[in-house]
């Protein structure tokens, strides 16, 4: 299985309101990533977790508020979005971080914020 | 933090031509990496290239890494309109090891 599960697929959200994106994979990788994508561009990293403690933070604003309950697990939670923030998010997985190593992403989370 | 530079940027093509797209740095990568992404959907992991000079084929895509590994090229012989895609080269770089991607090629196969 190399597969990277998201759900949901599209989310669209008021600037008030609370929710979370999920993404799942299976292939026993320690290495866990947020990417945030718009329209033609490329995906810009936002968090990192490795064996499940948070590495990286882009500094992200605190309305992205990442968490890893597991190994398998990744979950990203919004609150209080601004229209912006309207995009394609991308969860990806690695073996490892510190040795580099090759990204698989799940189709993503479109998310709209009115 | 190490830039990698696409070219072309955009490219319309018509069925069962040839291309070659390309993936610049001035900078040493210890490996690169091509993507292919559709509209609306992730990143698809097509290649890996770690030795300098080595040429990898995947069917009618063939992958090149520069001999001083600063360069890489993706050439697509006879493209389908299933080639269509977004186009994107990543590698490691900074201290992190972060995977910086380039800006990507558009390529359009016209029918």
């Known amino acids: 299985d190399t597969e990277v599960t998201q759900t949901p697929k599209h989310l669209v959200m008021g600037m008030t309101n609370k929710k979370s994106l999920k993404c799942e994979q299976h292939m026993g990788h320690r290495a866990m990533y947020w990417y945030k994508q718009k329209a033609k561009k490329p995906p810009e990293l936002m968090f990192v977790?490795?064996?499940?403690?948070?590495?990286i933070n882009e500094s992200v604003p605190s309305r992205f508020s990442p968490e890893c309950p597991n190994s398998s697990l990744l979950n990203l939670h919004l609150h209080a979005l601004q229209p912006e923030d309207s995009a394609l998010y991308l969860c990806a997985s690695s073996q490892d971080y510190w040795v580099i190593d090759e990204q698989f992403f799940g189709p993503g989370t479109r998310l709209t914020v009115l | 933090t190490q830039l990698l530079e696409q070219s072309p940027q955009f490219l319309s093509i018509q069925e069962g031509e040839n291309l070659t797209v390309y993936c610049n740095s001035s900078s040493v990568f210890s490996s690169l990496q091509w993507y292919r992404q559709e509209p609306g959907e992730g990143p698809v992991l097509l290649v890996t290239v770690v030795t300098g000079g080595e040429v990898k084929k995947l069917k009618r895509l063939t992958f090149q890494f520069g001999d001083a590994r600063k360069d890489s090229s993706l050439h697509i012989t006879a493209a389908q309109p299933g080639d269509t895609g977004l186009y994107l080269c990543a590698g490691p770089s900074g201290a992190n090891s972060k995977l910086t991607f380039g800006k990507g090629i558009t390529l359009s196969v016209r029918p």
């Open positions: 977790y490795s064996y499940e403690k948070l590495s």
